[in-house]
């Protein structure tokens, strides 16, 4: 059930350890300080999103909007150099929304991320990759869902591809495109899951 999931975070894993050899520092531009260890961020995003079949017919569509809202503290500071020059950041989100299409009203929930952010000197669009886990509540019961969801909480596991558009050099535009899956990791069956797909959009700020 986690294929699609293991092969973003191999992806995200090969991105990152490429430039392991690569240990010059560089040098550090105003907007990229704020990538400094031990530096904070702040950002709100709200997004949609779509359910899609991996194979299990006959299950209806969960699709929902949820807004998240996440604290980040840089791991260590920028370095190395070329295309993939970065650092990794550690990020604690809390999310909540509804559900506009299917079975159930609610998902809330927390996710810890690990981030790599690719940062480039003097650069105001920095992209970045993330992955993360966490739990989530709903209300979808197993019945309506036809077993995509047997319990009320269940593990959320996350892949973002996104960027930010620096505005100035504490406040930037967030956009991202995310793959969620939902499941109880079989603690209880049936266990189907609930694969999405969609984006988010918002803002972010640098203390």
């Known amino acids: 059930m986690n294929r699609l999931f293991g092969s973003f975070a191999l992806v995200f894993f090969l991105a990152v350890t490429v430039r392991g050899g690569q240990e010059e520092p560089v040098a550090v531009p105003p ?15 709200v997004g949609t999103y779509f359910f899609f079949d991996t194979g299990r017919n006959n299950r209806p569509s969960v699709d929902f909007a949820l807004n998240s809202t996440r604290l980040g503290i840089m791991l260590s500071n920028p370095h190395s150099s070329g295309l993939l020059a970065g650092n990794f950041e550690l990020l604690g989100e809390i999310f909540g929304g509804g559900i506009f299409q299917g079975p159930g009203n609610v998902m809330a929930g927390a996710t810890l991320l690990f981030r790599y952010n690719f940062v480039q000197p ?86």
């Open 122 to 207: 003097q650069a105001r669009v920095l992209p970045y990759l993330q992955i993360g886990a966490g739990g989530v509540y709903t209300d979808i019961l197993e019945k309506e869902s036809r077993g995509l969801i047997s319990l009320p909480v269940e593990f959320n596991l996350q892949g973002t591809v996104g960027t930010r558009i620096m505005l100035n050099d504490r406040w930037s535009v967030v956009v991202e495109g995310v793959y969620r899956h939902v499941s109880n990791a079989e603690i209880k069956k049936p266990n189907f899951g609930i694969d999405a797909a969609g984006g988010n959009v918002g803002f972010g700020f640098f203390f």
């Open 31 to 45: 907007v990229a300080d704020h990538f400094a260890r031990g530096s904070l961020e702040v950002q709100n995003v």
